[in-house]
Nanobody, 120 residues
Framework: VQLQASGGGLVQPGGSLRLSCAAS????????IGWFRQAPGKEREGISC????????YYADSVKGRFTISRDNIKHTVDLQMNSLKPEDSAIYYC??????????????WGQGTQVTVSS
């Protein structure tokens, strides 16, 4: 199982970024796909997840109302649209595939991280 995260970058506070997690259709149909982030000196935290079964979603309180998770069936990605970004959103962002919903830190499959920096 391979996951490929992309889309990170440098953005000003209040700006937007869209992250993508590319995986095979087999993975997207069989696993919940979660987005996690880890800032320097902090523990990795789960921030959003999309279930493969019923399309249900999970958002951490810290991102609720600002981030939106969705699936692109043409590109075979699970995307995380991040709006109204804050400096505290700066972190390395990872995607993971898990049988549980929401995906947990014990998820068996992880993509490489993509850096998001929110700074003026």
């Amino acid at each position: 199982v391979q996951l490929q995260a992309s889309g990170g970058g440098l953005v000003q506070p209040g700006g937007s970024l869209r992250l993508s997690c590319a995986a095979s259709r087999f993975v997207l149909d069989g696993y919940a796909i979660g987005w996690f982030r880890q800032a320097p000196g902090k523990e990795r935290e789960g921030i959003s997840c999309l279930a493969s079964t019923d399309g249900s979603t999970y958002y951490a309180d810290s991102v609720k109302g600002r981030f939106t998770i969705s699936r692109d069936n043409i590109k075979h990605t699970v995307d995380l649209q991040m709006n109204s970004l804050k400096p505290e959103d700066s972190a390395i962002y990872y995607c993971a595939a898990d049988r549980s919903m929401p995906a947990s830190l014990r998820a068996p499959f992880w993509g490489q991280g993509t850096q998001v920096t929110v700074s003026s």
